[in-house]
């Protein structure tokens, strides 16, 4: 699995570091979507999906 | 196409008497009706009414296509005039870069679940002590004006720096904020002390800052690349005040109530508690986005196949979608186990609930703490006598009569 975020639509909902922490990170300055692994393992899957799925402002875009 | 206002039909409003945990019987018709249906809404403007899953998360999520001028909530709040000038700081009536400005701005104050981590302790200590005071008073109480509103109203002002003791501020302003029949000059009376008494605060910490939340804005602000007016400031900071207790407060409370009443699931938490995350998220889908919310079209478009133009009025039926069977299985069901990804109580898009996860947070140590210090907790009343608010559309429970055998100290419980 590859992971890349669009971090300019990002709106700081903190939904992607909610369900994938590992992952997924904000700046302490505003808020926006760090990304601490584009290539997840696969125990981090599903958690992915889901912050992709929830993420509203469709910033995540996985391939596979 | 012309409209005759008074053939159009009336937007289904929620009817708890009738039907306590659901949108209106006749939305589900709606839903199932091909194309879009024009609406009469209680502020007097029409719009195409959406309650099809897919629509609902395709417009909140299309902000270039649907705007949020109008007001969240200018179908039922009829202060919110869609043809008043958007006033300086006025953020959730913004789109695009303009409103992602402010909401990178607050974000990281109530947005980031790593830092509302630290918070959790603190409520915590909250939550048990307004449980020992409910325990010291006797063996019944109003969950809602005893708990819920003490819990939510400490929380919001915890974060804000706002003491206990000033709550009737940011209660007052949002009784008007949320009042659906309150006037602009209404609501104007009813927030201008709170806008003062901020104002006051933010001149206050900007001397003297302190670990608050508006202390913190104001100093991120001086190295924002457009830095925030006194009034932008104190807008972000009194709408976090009024919008960010009694939301919440009533979902714990007809959250609370649901469960309940379906002992079933109650007791699948008692069993299993590491469910109460999912029941949170399923309590969110079953009853959030109740009021609805409105959007106006920026250009002449289609919504799911039906046309819609420039400048119409569009009211996104979240409860509704929420129960889409199309999107969840056996919708009206409530299922504390049940996949909730992508559920919209919270909404959808880049206006997404702001507070949402310190909602997540206090409805998920009150959940925790009630199964694990009020085993015996239940209704003093049949649900049939439960009475509900009138007047806004923050729908739920007036008051929620509840009795217990005993409740458990706080350490013992842990």
């Given at each position: 699995m590859k992971v890349t975020i669009d971090a300019d639509r990002c709106v700081a909902s903190g939904m992607c570091a909610y369900s994938a922490p590992e992952v997924f990170d904000q700046s302490e300055e505003d808020g926006v979507v760090v990304l601490v692994q584009d290539s997840p393992s696969a125990d981090q899957h599903e958690a992915v999906r889901t912050a992709a799925r929830n993420c509203p402002a469709q910033v995540i875009t996985l391939d596979q | 196409m012309p409209h005759q206002i008074e053939e159009l039909p009336a937007l289904p409003v929620p009817r708890l008497e009738e039907c306590p945990?659901?949108?209106?019987?006749?939305?589900?018709?709606?839903?199932?009706?091909?194309?879009?249906?024009?609406?009469?809404?209680?502020?007097?403007?029409?719009?195409?009414?959406?309650?099809?899953?897919?629509?609902?998360?395709?417009?909140?999520?299309?902000?270039?296509?649907?705007?949020?001028?109008?007001?969240?909530?200018?179908?039922?709040?009829?202060?919110?005039?869609?043809?008043?000038?958007?006033?300086?700081?006025?953020?959730?009536?913004?789109?695009?870069?303009?409103?992602?400005?402010?909401?990178?701005?607050?974000?990281?104050?109530?947005?980031?679940?790593?830092?509302?981590?630290?918070?959790?302790?603190?409520?915590?200590?909250?939550?048990?002590?307004?449980?020992?005071?409910?325990?010291?008073?006797?063996?019944?109480?109003?969950?809602?004006?005893?708990?819920?509103?003490?819990?939510?109203t400490t929380v919001i002002g915890g974060l804000l720096g706002v003491p206990y003791s000033d709550r009737k501020l940011f209660h007052d302003s949002a009784a008007a904020m949320f009042g659906s029949a309150t006037s602009a000059g209404g609501?104007?009376?009813?927030?201008?002390?709170?806008?003062?008494?901020?104002?006051?605060?933010?001149?206050?910490?900007?001397?003297?800052?302190?670990?608050?939340?508006?202390?913190?804005?104001?100093?991120?602000?001086?190295?924002?690349?457009?830095?925030?007016?006194?009034?932008?400031?104190?807008?972000?900071?009194?709408?976090?005040?009024?919008?960010?207790?009694?939301?919440?407060?009533?979902?714990?409370?007809?959250?609370?109530?649901?469960?309940?009443?379906?002992?079933?699931?109650?007791?699948?938490?008692?069993?299993?508690?590491?469910?109460?995350?999912?029941?949170?998220?399923?309590?969110?889908?079953?009853?959030?986005?109740?009021?609805?919310?409105?959007?106006?079209?920026?250009?002449?478009?289609d919504i799911g196949g039906h046309p819609v133009a420039k400048g119409d009025f569009v009211v996104l039926a979240v409860q509704a979608a929420d129960r889409d069977p199309s999107a969840f299985e056996d919708p009206d069901r409530l299922d504390v186990g049940r996949p909730t990804d992508g559920h919209l109580g919270f909404g959808y898009g880049p206006h997404q609930c702001i507070g949402q996860q310190t909602a997540r947070l206090e409805l998920t140590v009150t959940l925790r703490t009630l199964l694990r210090r009020v085993p015996s907790l239940r209704l003093a009343v049949p649900l049939s006598d439960i009475r509900f608010k009138t007047g806004t559309p923050v729908y739920g429970p007036a008051a929620l009569p509840v009795a217990w055998d005993a409740i458990l100290p706080a350490e013992e419980g842990r």
């Open positions: - | 945990f659901g949108p209106p019987p006749e939305m589900a018709a709606f839903r199932e009706r091909p194309g879009l249906t024009r609406v009469r809404c209680p502020t007097g403007i029409t719009a195409w009414l959406v309650t099809r899953y897919q629509d609902v998360r395709e417009v909140l999520g299309d902000s270039e296509r649907f705007s949020s001028r109008p007001g969240q909530a200018a179908h039922v709040l009829a202060h919110m005039n869609p043809d008043l000038p958007i006033g300086e700081g006025e953020f959730t009536r913004m789109d695009g870069p303009e409103y992602q400005r402010f909401r990178r701005h607050f974000g990281p104050e109530i947005g980031m679940p790593k830092r509302l981590e630290e918070l959790r302790p603190t409520v915590q200590r909250v939550v048990d002590e307004r449980l020992d005071l409910m325990a010291a008073a006797g063996g019944t109480a109003d969950f809602y004006a005893d708990f819920a509103i003490p819990v939510t609501l104007k009376a009813g927030t201008q002390p709170l806008f003062e008494y901020v104002h006051g605060l933010i001149r206050e910490r900007r001397e003297n800052p302190g670990e608050d939340a508006i202390s913190r804005m104001i100093q991120r602000s001086a190295g924002a690349a457009e830095p925030f007016t006194d009034t932008e400031l104190m807008r972000m900071s009194a709408g976090l005040l009024t919008s960010g207790w009694d939301t919440t407060a009533t979902v714990m409370t007809h959250g609370l109530l649901a469960l309940l009443s379906h002992p079933g699931e109650l007791d699948r938490l008692r069993a299993d508690p590491s469910l109460v995350p999912a029941a949170v998220e399923e309590l969110a889908r079953y009853f959030g986005g109740a009021p609805g919310l409105t959007r106006e079209v920026v250009r002449d478009t």
